[in-house]
């Protein structure tokens, strides 16, 4: 990170390399268009690479704030497109772009993670687990998510708040990390 | 002695709401004001947050594709080029680069990015932030030449018209630019604020160029600018013309090799005539 504050183009590379395809997915998952992820992404990454040094370590590893600033820019594209009707990944063939590529050991670890966390999630009252995708994956607001459900706004965050409990607690401490 | 504040129990429910960036932007700024001084919602926060932090791994995987990195790279190398050439002014105060423009990405501008903050923080601003900016696409400004901070400098340095762009009073107006891209519309958006290039359907520079931004005044050659960029994926960029357009006969656009050029080596793909 270092490098990159010094604008050492080959050092933010480096972090592309190793975080572009889970900012993709996240972009692609949260956006269900090929097209809005590539923005989403590229906006991210360049907002990185003029600000990396902003990065702290006390806050997290590299990866959690790469997806951190992904999230972000996803969901100010969602709002502003106001493409809130859910759009699924697998409506664009996602199988065909699903990654190919030889697994590492590390790739191997992320993915026994990401089961890990697709199981705590599927392990989630199905009503605390929707608040929780509309939320985080959907952009959508507490009040939002309320007047979709009709259902209300105490009860979207009371649930909102005993799913993402009950997913720590199901994670465990220090299992599950984004390395 | 007590770990929470006395309005606690209003909170409480918020935590989720807040890590997941789905409070109102008015609530989430007076939880931004709780959190800062109730022990026991920052514990929670800090407790979910690993939660949190987890649902990016429940995504299938997905590759990028090759093209978005080359695209990227060929914006970073060459802002990375202007920052070399910059060299240690680089690193004078953000607010050299930002007094011309009131367009220069909030971030710079304002000195606080999402990347300051915490990833909850982080999540927590979206909307507000989004909201503030009174829905102009935040999306715009990466397409912006400016790298701020360096290319800002740089044209400092080199005798280059950083600053503001037009007089004050100048009304808004619009000019439709001629291109030689089929299908691509063009125009340059002049105010007192600024100009500004918006494009839709161009198509991207071709690979290893980027597009560079050059003011023509009479019987002069083009002056370059700062502004290298590329397009969206949707052939879409907004992209501020740096300096001012006194006198300027003529905004132009060619592609360029990555860092740009001193001189165009093509001819323009993009003519706007401000005057």
Same mark, same amino acid.
């Given at each position: 990170?270092?490098?990159?504050?010094?604008?050492?183009?080959?050092?933010?590379?480096?972090?592309?390399?190793?975080?572009?395809?889970?900012?993709?997915?996240?972009?692609?998952?949260?956006?269900?268009?090929?097209?809005?992820?590539?923005?989403?992404?590229?906006?991210?990454?360049?907002?990185?690479?003029?600000?990396?040094?902003?990065?702290?370590?006390?806050?997290?590893?590299?990866?959690?704030?790469? !997806? @951190?600033?992904?999230?972000?820019?996803?969901?100010?594209?969602?709002?502003? &497109?106001?493409? %809130?009707?859910?759009?699924?990944?697998?409506?664009?063939?996602?199988?065909?772009? !699903?990654?190919?590529?030889?697994?590492?050991?590390?790739?191997?670890?992320?993915?026994?993670?990401?089961?890990?966390?697709?199981?705590?999630?599927?392990? !989630?009252? &199905?009503?605390?687990?929707?608040?929780?995708?509309?939320?985080?994956?959907?952009?959508?607001? %507490?009040?939002?998510?309320?007047?979709?459900?009709?259902?209300?706004?105490?009860?979207?965050?009371?649930?909102?708040?005993?799913?993402?409990?009950?997913?720590? %607690?199901?994670?465990?401490?220090?299992?599950?990390?984004?390395? | 002695?007590?770990?929470?504040?006395?309005?606690?129990?209003?909170?409480? $429910? &918020?935590?989720?709401?807040?890590?997941? @960036?789905?409070?109102?932007?008015?609530?989430?700024?007076?939880?931004?004001?709780?959190?800062?001084?109730?022990?026991?919602?920052?514990?929670?926060?800090?407790? /979910?947050?690993?939660?949190?932090?987890?649902?990016?791994?429940?995504?299938?995987?997905?590759?990028?594709?090759?093209?978005?990195?080359?695209?990227?790279?060929?914006?970073?190398?060459?802002?990375?080029?202007?920052?070399?050439?910059?060299?240690?002014?680089? $690193?004078?105060?953000?607010?050299?680069?930002?007094?011309?423009?009131?367009?220069?990405?909030?971030?710079?501008?304002?000195? #606080? =990015?999402?990347?300051?903050?915490?990833?909850?923080?982080?999540?927590?601003?979206?909307?507000?932030?989004?909201? #503030?900016?009174?829905?102009?696409?935040?999306?715009?400004?990466?397409?912006?030449?400016?790298?701020?901070?360096?290319?800002?400098? /740089?044209?400092?340095?080199?005798?280059?018209?950083?600053?503001?762009?037009?007089?004050? @009073?100048?009304? *808004?107006?619009?000019?439709?630019?001629?291109?030689?891209?089929?299908?691509? =519309?063009?125009?340059?958006?002049?105010?007192?604020?600024?100009?500004?290039?918006?494009?839709?359907?161009?198509?991207?520079?071709?690979?290893? #160029?980027?597009?560079?931004?050059?003011?023509?005044?009479?019987?002069?050659?083009?002056?370059?600018?700062?502004? !290298?960029?590329?397009?969206?994926?949707?052939?879409?960029?907004?992209?501020?013309?740096?300096?001012?357009?006194?006198?300027?006969?003529?905004?132009?656009?060619?592609?360029?090799?990555?860092?740009?050029?001193?001189?165009?080596?093509? *001819?323009?793909?993009?003519?706007?005539?401000?005057?």
């Amino acid at each position: 990170m270092q490098l990159m504050r010094r604008g050492q183009a080959a050092a933010f590379e480096v972090i592309y390399e190793r975080h572009s395809q889970a900012a993709y997915s996240l972009a692609y998952r949260m956006a269900g268009s090929r097209g809005v992820a590539e923005d989403v992404v590229q906006e991210a990454f360049l907002n990185i690479w003029r600000s990396g040094a902003r990065y702290e370590r006390a806050r997290g590893s590299v990866r959690t704030w790469v !997806l @951190g600033i992904v999230h972000h820019r996803a969901i100010d594209a969602l709002r502003r &497109s106001f493409v %809130h009707e859910k759009r699924r990944a697998s409506d664009e063939g996602l199988e065909e772009t !699903l990654e190919t590529r030889e697994r590492t050991d590390v790739e191997a670890a992320r993915h026994e993670e990401a089961a890990t966390v697709r199981a705590a999630l599927a392990h !989630l009252p &199905s009503e605390q687990s929707q608040v929780i995708e509309l939320a985080y994956f959907g952009g959508f607001t %507490h009040s939002e998510i309320a007047e979709m459900l009709e259902t209300p706004i105490g009860t979207v965050k009371g649930r909102m708040r005993l799913g993402l409990e009950k997913m720590r %607690h199901g994670l465990g401490a220090g299992q599950v990390g984004l390395g | 002695m007590s770990t929470h504040r006395p309005d606690h129990a209003q909170w409480a $429910d &918020s935590v989720g709401a807040y890590l997941l @960036g789905a409070l109102e932007p008015v609530e989430w700024e007076r939880f931004e004001a709780h959190l800062a001084e109730c022990p026991r919602c920052l514990h929670d926060v800090a407790d /979910l947050r690993v939660a949190v932090d987890t649902l990016p791994m429940s995504v299938p995987l997905v590759s990028p594709p090759p093209a978005l990195k080359g695209r990227i790279m060929a914006v970073v190398n060459s802002e990375a080029q202007l920052l070399a050439a910059a060299g240690q002014r680089a $690193d004078v105060s953000e607010t050299v680069a930002t007094g011309r423009d009131a367009d220069v990405p909030e971030t710079v501008a304002t000195g #606080r =990015d999402a990347d300051e903050r915490s990833p909850a923080s982080d999540r927590g601003r979206v909307g507000g932030r989004r909201r #503030r900016l009174g829905g102009r696409p935040l999306g715009g400004w990466l397409m912006r030449p400016g790298v701020a901070l360096a290319c800002a400098l /740089l044209l400092l340095a080199g005798g280059g018209a950083a600053g503001v762009l037009l007089s004050g @009073g100048e009304e *808004p107006r619009t000019v439709v630019a001629t291109t030689q891209a089929p299908g691509a =519309d063009v125009r340059l958006k002049i105010s007192e604020d600024g100009a500004t290039l918006v494009a839709k359907n161009m198509p991207a520079p071709p690979s290893g #160029r980027v597009y560079q931004v050059w003011l023509k005044r009479p019987g002069q050659d083009p002056e370059p600018t700062s502004s !290298l960029w590329s397009t969206r994926s949707d052939g879409s960029a907004e992209v501020a013309v740096p300096g001012s357009l006194d006198g300027v006969e003529a905004v132009l656009v060619t592609d360029e090799p990555e860092g740009g050029s001193a001189a165009p080596t093509k *001819p323009p793909v993009i003519t706007a005539t401000p005057a």
